[in-house]
């Protein structure tokens, strides 16, 4: 095992700092890594060797005339497959794109490029971003490196599993419902989304465009942190962008009085080892000085149903640019426009996003707006204000990311089964606020993740207090694939 | 029985802004398919909308001329179909939150004024084009093309309250919108090229019933011509269903100039169902008072108000006031040959006929001429002091309008200039009475049209030049 595959992002920048290590033999490294682990962990879609290697000389250059870099110069990663990159297939890992090629930058990858960050690839993922297993994806699952019978959660799998299979000390995923946080539980790594509006979603294929937001994996908060400040801040070409917004999340101190709300709703339904492992989790914070208060927030339990009205309504509109008219997949047999159009969608889209699609057209329809999608947006603002008031009160909300650790493939065939995985994700997207996940203890030897809420815009302080509980807890991150 | 006609107008004004409503795209037509596009107006993955604020002002502009309240907090709405031109399988557009309701615009026909009712206008952009092989539509097509420059260039749609009674008035009611737009400056109003489009919903209904009659929405009319001939054969349509004692159905029906009929395109049941949603891309656009406000100072003086105050301040007469302020172009050039100092009735009248009448047989614009406003003052000057004829004028107006010289400098080269002096013209009419001595007794035997006879031989001999008042002095003098 490579040393250098240990290193967290903020230590190779340390080193290239005192020309200890080059980017080209850290990109080199990672790019071993990836090439050896993943035929059997299937994480990446494609790799980028000749670029990634081409970008790490410049930094290496730079490095030899001893120029000052900037945060994160120069350390590698790795990007969801649904962030468009100029010329590099950008598939959402489905059928309908497979060969479709972006003649232009998501807005996330023009700032990882203007910062010579070697992209190494782009990562495994359900299609389109819907699912919570990675799963759905066209090119087949991804496996967890904690056990490879395991799903490693989803939808931004790919990017999990390079953190904590050693292939990335970056990656890049994005969040709809949870699909950045689930997945980091799920692998035991650090995955963190944004308060809504503050990673420009230009050049991201859009899922549900109110709840999508880009955020970093790593392996720790404080890499964590150095990764937002690069790839956040305004975008004039993404009109939800937030103005005026700090965007270096770099000084992290020391925060003072810590006073956190555990909202009852997410506690309720826990199986008993789960309950206990919160319950130590708490009590160890506590001795540590951090107060905790359980609140009520009733609100939080229409989450899932909220969410699976405006997600798919949302989607069923995205999604539908995809017919086969000017790129992407189409039937070359059909005779007529509307049957072209039908069968291009309907052998282009896997079953996950055509279910997406119908519940979306569905709710969107007269005479169900009012009902169903007028209605989840009137839920959808009492849970925002609910959120509101906690924040009030508590400087972070807490509660475990998900239910269970993760499960076996094919183990939750129930769509509705499915959903459920989000139950404690899902609010932060409804709600806009910044949420993470970060790992804290081991169920039946797979990791599980605490999720920390913070109030819009407070990612400072959000992660400043999970730097804090990151020590105390002191969580080892290896796991059985380290050794592979 | 005695039927009512009622009609509401749907007018889409294209907007004259320089980028497209979602993208920075040319707005401009051009006819190298697919040159004015980009990843957002083809619709590609992760491409994302941004709102173009001179459309806003523009659509505020519109408003605030037409009498409209103005919306503070506007929401961009989804409306979705899938269709090739289309290449986000949805249209921008605003739904039950317009940037403008409640406006009312004065026409008049055949001297009657009435006021007509604007529901709303509001915001949405174009879908693209498709051009069929082997055929005009595209299920009959063997292949078809799909051109995306005009894919989200700006309209904005104004509709109108079912106010309108005939087609007379449904066509000064579109010709009072294309005038302001054009004097807006939004829209360029051609309707033959598409940048102001038309439907028309039509409905009749007996004399004094209050219930509207149900209607047919009349698509396709790309002239005042064919506003007024399709309204027409729609209302003869609805009137010979119901007396044959039939039912008007709900539908879209499309008009053919060709054989001058409507079909029906599909019923009220085959209607599609649009699926509006606010756009989560687009935050709400707020539009606060000091937005309008700035917008106000931009409004031009408007058509209605020029005219009054052409009637209060330089009395011209309301048809002169009304027929010099159609166009914007034509008013403007009006008031700048007055500030020349040559007199407001005789400037519309020669702006009108003379200049206007010239260029018509040329094919040519006001501004496509080296006729300035300067240059007609100075020739109207010059017939104001007797320096030229009025018939001389209109002689080398077209030389004013082809060389850009001015009216003195070709009367020097031309000699043209009018002969007041007595002596000279004196014996130019002693020569003609001498030569015309029939009808010279023709006169005295009291017979009018035979002075009228002897003036223009006086015209003739002097080359056009005699000055006619001092000509007939001299010629009464010399008679009696």
């Given at each position: 095992m490579n040393e250098i595959l240990k290193l967290s992002a903020t230590e190779i920048s340390e080193k290239y700092k005192i020309k200890d290590l080059s980017c080209s033999e850290v990109t080199k490294a990672f790019l071993d890594r990836i090439n050896k682990t993943n035929p059997e962990l299937n994480s990446f879609v494609s790799v980028s060797e000749k670029s990634a290697m081409e970008t790490a000389k410049i930094v290496d250059e730079k490095i030899a005339k001893s120029q000052k870099l900037n945060l994160l110069e120069g350390?590698?990663?790795?990007?969801?497959?649904?962030?468009?990159?100029?010329?590099?297939?950008?598939?959402?890992?489905?059928?309908?794109?497979?060969?479709?090629?972006?003649?232009?930058?998501?807005?996330?990858?023009?700032?990882?490029?203007?910062?010579?960050?070697?992209?190494?690839?782009?990562?495994?993922?359900?299609?389109?971003?819907?699912?919570?297993?990675?799963?759905?994806?066209?090119?087949?699952?991804?496996?967890?490196?904690?056990?490879?019978?395991?799903?490693?959660?989803?939808?931004?799998?790919?990017?999990?599993?390079?953190?904590?299979?050693?292939?990335?000390?970056?990656?890049?995923?994005?969040?709809?419902?949870?699909?950045?946080?689930?997945?980091?539980?799920?692998?035991?790594?650090?995955?963190?989304?944004?308060?809504?509006?503050?990673?420009?979603?230009?050049?991201?294929?859009?899922?549900?465009?109110?709840?999508?937001?880009?955020?970093?994996?790593?392996?720790?908060?404080?890499?964590?942190?150095?990764?937002?400040?690069?790839?956040?801040?305004?975008?004039?070409?993404?009109?939800?962008?937030?103005?005026?917004?700090?965007?270096?999340?770099?000084?992290?101190?020391?925060?003072?009085?810590?006073?956190?709300?555990?909202?009852?709703?997410?506690?309720?339904?826990?199986?008993?080892?789960?309950?206990?492992?919160?319950?130590?989790?708490?009590?160890?914070?506590?001795?540590?000085?951090?107060?905790?208060?359980?609140?009520?927030?009733?609100s939080l339990q229409q989450g899932v149903q909220t969410y699976c009205i405006i997600a798919p309504a949302e989607a069923s509109s995205n999604l539908a640019r995809f017919d086969g008219?000017?790129?992407?997949?189409?039937?070359?047999?059909?005779?007529?426009?509307?049957?072209?159009?039908?069968?291009?969608?309907?052998?282009?889209?896997?079953?996950?996003?055509?279910?997406?699609?119908?519940?979306?057209?569905?709710?969107?329809?007269?005479?169900?707006?009012?009902?169903?999608?007028?209605?989840?947006?009137?839920?959808?603002?009492?849970?925002?204000?609910?959120?509101?008031?906690?924040?009030?009160?508590?400087?972070?909300?807490?509660?475990?990311?998900?239910?269970?650790?993760?499960?076996?493939?094919?183990?939750?065939?129930?769509?509705?089964?499915?959903?459920?995985?989000?139950?404690?994700?899902?609010?932060?997207?409804?709600?806009?606020?910044?949420?993470?996940?970060?790992?804290?203890?081991?169920?039946?030897?797979?990791?599980?993740?605490?999720?920390?809420?913070?109030?819009?815009?407070?990612?400072?302080?959000?992660?400043s207090i999970a730097k804090k509980i990151e020590q105390i807890l002191g969580f080892n991150l290896q796991n059985p694939y380290w050794e592979k | 029985m005695n039927w009512e006609v009622v009609i509401g107008l749907e007018i889409h004004a294209q907007m004259a802004t320089k980028s497209k409503l979602m993208c920075n795209c040319d707005a401009s037509f051009s006819s190298e398919p697919n040159t004015h596009v980009c990843p957002g107006c083809t619709g590609q993955p992760g491409m994302l909308p941004v709102v173009n604020k001179q459309v806003v002002d523009n659509a505020i502009m519109l408003g605030l001329a037409t009498k409209c309240d103005i919306r503070k907090l506007n929401e961009f709405a989804r409306k979705s179909y899938f269709y090739p031109d289309l290449p986000g399988g949805y249209q921008i557009s605003q739904y039950d939150k317009p940037i403008c309701e409640n406006g009312k615009l004065e026409i008049e026909v055949n001297g009657n004024k009435r006021t007509i009712g604007i529901t709303r206008i509001h915001m949405e952009e174009d879908a693209g084009k498709l051009v069929h092989a082997g055929s005009d539509n595209i299920k009959d097509?063997?292949?078809?093309?799909?051109?995306?420059?005009?894919?989200?260039?700006?309209?904005?749609?104004?509709?109108?309250?079912?106010?309108?009674?005939?087609?007379?008035?449904?066509?000064?009611?579109?010709?009072?919108?294309?005038?302001?737009?054009?004097?807006?400056?939004?829209?360029?109003?051609?309707?033959?090229?598409?940048?102001?489009?038309?439907?028309?919903?039509?409905?009749?209904?007996?004399?004094?019933?209050?219930?509207?009659?149900?209607?047919?929405?009349?698509?396709?009319?790309?002239?005042?011509?064919?506003?007024?001939?399709?309204?027409?054969?729609?209302?003869?349509?609805?009137?010979?269903?119901?007396?044959?004692?039939?039912?008007?159905?709900?539908?879209?029906?499309?008009?053919?100039?060709?054989t001058n009929s409507t079909k029906s395109m599909r019923s009220k049941e085959d209607a599609h169902d649009y699926r509006y949603f606010p756009d989560p891309d687009l935050v709400p656009l707020l539009i606060d008072d000091d937005w309008i406000l700035k917008v106000k100072n931009l409004l031009p003086e408007l058509p209605e108000e020029k005219k009054e105050r052409y009637i209060n301040s330089l009395s011209l007469s309301e048809y002169d006031a009304s027929i010099i302020t159609t166009e914007k172009e034509t008013a403007d050039f009006f008031e700048e040959t007055i500030s020349y100092g040559s007199k407001p009735k005789e400037t519309v009248n020669w702006i009108m006929s003379e200049v206007l009448g010239t260029l018509n047989q040329n094919n040519l614009k006001l501004s496509e001429t080296k006729l300035t406003p300067k240059l007609l003052a100075e020739l109207l000057i010059l017939i104001d002091k007797n320096t030229i004829s009025g018939k001389i004028a209109k002689t080398i107006l077209p030389e004013i309008i082809k060389t850009g010289k001015n009216a003195e400098e070709i009367i020097k080269e031309k000699g043209l200039a009018q002969v007041s002096d007595q002596g000279e013209l004196k014996k130019i009419v002693e020569t003609v009475i001498k030569e015309n001595a029939k009808v010279v007794e023709d006169i005295k035997n009291g017979n009018p049209k035979a002075r009228g006879f002897l003036i223009g031989q006086i015209m003739k001999k002097s080359n056009g030049k005699a000055n006619p008042g001092i000509a007939n002095e001299l010629l009464n003098s010399l008679l009696n």
């Open positions: 350390v590698p990663i790795a990007l969801k497959d649904n962030m468009c990159t100029n010329g590099v297939a950008t598939t959402c890992c489905s059928k309908m794109l497979v060969n479709f090629v972006p003649s232009y930058d998501a807005t996330v990858v023009e700032k990882i490029k203007n910062n010579n960050m070697p992209i190494l690839g782009k990562t495994n993922m359900d299609e389109f971003a819907m699912g919570t297993s990675t799963e759905t994806s066209f090119f087949g699952s991804t496996k967890n490196p904690w056990d490879i019978n395991t799903v490693p959660g989803g939808s931004s799998g790919g990017s999990a599993v390079a953190i904590s299979a050693l292939q990335a000390p970056l990656a890049l995923g994005s969040d709809t419902g949870g699909s950045i946080r689930q997945p980091a539980s799920f692998c035991g790594v650090v995955g963190m989304k944004p308060t809504y509006g503050v990673v420009s979603r230009y050049g991201l294929v859009a899922f549900a465009s109110s709840l999508d937001q880009i955020g970093p994996f790593s392996k720790n908060i404080k890499d964590s942190a150095t990764l937002l400040s690069v790839i956040s801040g305004y975008d004039a070409k993404d009109s939800t962008s937030q103005p005026n917004i700090k965007t270096n999340y770099t000084e992290l101190s020391e925060p003072k009085e810590i006073k956190i709300g555990l909202p009852k709703e997410f506690f309720a339904n826990l199986d008993n080892k789960t309950k206990e492992l919160y319950k130590n989790i708490t009590t160890k914070l506590s001795n540590e000085g951090i107060i905790f208060e359980e609140i009520d927030m009733p008219v000017r790129y992407g997949y189409r039937n070359k047999e059909a005779k007529s426009l509307v049957e072209m159009m039908e069968l291009s969608r309907s052998e282009g889209f896997g079953a996950e996003v055509k279910r997406k699609i119908l519940l979306g057209t569905y709710v969107l329809s007269s005479g169900c707006y009012d009902i169903y999608y007028k209605k989840a947006q009137q839920v959808r603002t009492i849970i925002k204000n609910d959120f509101q008031k906690a924040f009030s009160k508590y400087d972070i909300l807490l509660s475990p990311t998900t239910t269970t650790p993760t499960f076996a493939f094919g183990e939750k065939s129930n769509p509705l089964e499915m959903y459920m995985n989000d139950i404690m994700t899902i609010p932060a997207n409804l709600a806009g606020i910044p949420a993470l996940s970060l790992p804290c203890g081991i169920i039946n030897n797979l990791p599980m993740g605490l999720h920390l809420m913070g109030n819009i815009l407070e990612e400072q302080k959000l992660f | 097509a063997s292949y078809s093309l799909v051109d995306l420059n005009r894919a989200s260039v700006p309209l904005c749609e104004i509709v109108s309250e079912p106010d309108l009674r005939s087609a007379e008035e449904a066509i000064a009611y579109a010709q009072k919108i294309r005038q302001i737009v054009r004097y807006l400056g939004v829209c360029d109003g051609n309707m033959e090229e598409g940048s102001m489009r038309c439907d028309a919903n039509v409905s009749v209904r007996p004399k004094g019933q209050i219930k509207l009659g149900t209607k047919a929405e009349v698509k396709n009319l790309n002239s005042f011509k064919a506003i007024e001939k399709a309204i027409n054969i729609e209302v003869e349509r609805q009137i010979d269903i119901l007396e044959d004692g039939g039912e008007i159905i709900q539908e879209t029906r499309h008009y053919n100039e060709a």
